[in-house]
T-cell receptor
């Protein structure tokens, strides 16, 4: 159980393109989903917390107009990187936690490797 | 401030035992997690401690001392596939995870 599906796994696109990444909880409901970014050889960096039916909470230094988050249902959150530039190239990972299970671990999707040319 | 410390890198021999330490200073404590992350992949959940003591799960065990703000992950009978980064994360007072920088474990034959 507790499977999180993230799509696509890899994106290569030109500078200025907007890229949408989907994160789905397949066998549980997730009121809250988390979006992380990880640069090579660095640790996970939380970008934002996605709350179903309400606005996402962004970490300091993360531009909410550039990284658009939509969490329209209990099983789906999307992250859109708008007008992506080479410096946005990174490994983006989502995670989700079963609703009402605060003590349970976050389960991660497989990540999306974004390369902006 | 909130802080989680773990060694940057460790090296161990195949078949041996290794202990990865994690110390934390957080505002509130609602559990400590260990995750394994292979290069280029997403983290996978290993263990969870919320009470003091040792949790054993196969070759992996995790220990917690809340009074000392300390945890360790113990890996026994090391295999080459255990080469990965091991991330310590603490759930603080607002139930958000605070992540350590990770310990890169290198297993040598």
């Amino acid at each position: 159980g507790a499977v999180v599906s993230q799509h696509p796994s890899r994106v290569i696109c030109k500078s200025g393109t907007s890229v949408k990444i989907e994160c789905r909880s397949l066998d549980f409901q997730a009121t809250t989903m988390f979006w992380y970014r990880q640069f090579p050889k660095q640790s996970l960096m939380l970008m934002a917390t996605s709350n179903e039916g309400s606005k996402a909470t962004y970490e300091q230094g993360v531009e909410k107009d550039k990284f658009l988050i939509n969490h329209a249902s209990l099983t789906l959150s999307t992250l859109t990187v708008t007008s992506a530039h080479p410096e946005d190239s990174s490994f983006y990972i989502c995670s989700a936690r079963d609703s009402g299970q605060e003590s349970q671990p976050q389960h991660f999707g497989d990540g999306t490797r974004l390369s902006i040319l | 401030g909130q802080n989680i410390d773990q060694p940057t890198e460790m090296t161990a021999t195949e078949g041996a035992i290794v202990q990865i330490n994690c110390t934390y200073q957080t505002s509130g404590f609602n559990g400590l997690f260990w995750y394994q992350q292979h290069a280029g992949e997403a983290p996978t959940f290993l263990s969870y401690n919320v009470l003091d003591g040792l949790e054993e799960k196969g070759r992996f065990s995790s220990f917690l001392s809340r009074s000392k703000g300390y945890s360790y992950l113990l890996l026994k009978e090391l295999q080459m596939k255990d080469s990965a980064s091991y991330l310590c994360a603490v759930k603080g007072s607002n139930y958000q995870l605070i992540w350590g920088a990770g310990t890169k474990l290198i297993i040598k034959p």
